[in-house]
């Protein structure tokens, strides 16, 4: 957590950022949510805790929002920023929450990570199981291998779809490569969008996931 490289003071990497939650405001306008107050959203994955710190500045509230993450290093830091918001220690995989009781669920760049197709498997049930019918699965991820880590591979739209079966999948690239997003926030920040609705240059999938059954 302390990479100063995916810092968000680095303009590049805010410009990212602000994009992807760009877009799920977008796909809560289309789902004709008007407020998230009373709503209930759950992160697996949730490193150090921004994406559960932003539902609640956009309106959750913060008994409302729960994370989970292996690390307890990550765990300790969220923890330690927003005492009223639960993050759980331990594996996506085994979540501790009761059926059906999140209407968003997220996971951002957390598949990538996992090492098997069992585990992720696994994870995506879990994720599916927690949220109420009707409700949302978000996840992002990286769409193209990382050449700086090795530790990491790409989440194809075919993952997504074999890992959510029978559910309703619509997905779409987004995120302008992050090395070209940096040099873009330093030279010429008003060019991101530019730069960012070429398809090529985007290296990560966005996909929103209707629980069906």
């Known amino acids: 957590m302390s990479d100063n490289r995916h810092s968000l003071l680095e303009t590049g990497n805010l410009l990212m950022v602000e994009e992807r939650e760009r877009y799920f405001a977008h796909l809560l306008r289309r789902a004709r949510v008007e407020s998230l107050d009373g709503l209930r959203f759950f992160e697996a994955g949730c490193a150090g805790g921004y994406n559960l710190r932003q539902f609640v500045q956009l309106g959750a509230r913060p008994e409302n929002v729960v994370g989970m993450d292996l690390d307890g290093a990550s765990v300790d830091y969220c923890r330690a920023r927003a005492t009223d918001i639960v993050v759980h220690h331990g594996s996506a995989a085994e979540i501790p929450e009761p ?54 591979h790409p989440i194809s739209n075919a993952d997504i779809e074999r890992w959510f079966a029978g559910q309703a999948i619509a997905s779409r690239s987004i995120t302008l490569a992050p090395p070209a997003a940096r040099i873009v926030g330093r030279r010429a920040p008003g060019l991101y969008g530019l730069f960012a609705a070429v398809p090529f240059l985007r290296t990560h999938g966005y996909h929103a996931i209707r629980k069906l059954r």
């Open 99 to 152: 059926d059906a009781s999140f209407d968003v669920s997220i996971a951002f760049t957390l598949f990538s990570s996992v090492p098997s197709e069992e585990i992720s498997q696994a994870i995506a049930d879990e994720l599916l199981r927690i949220t109420k019918p009707g409700g949302m699965v978000l996840v992002y991820d990286m769409r193209r291998k990382s050449p700086r880590n090795p530790d990491v």
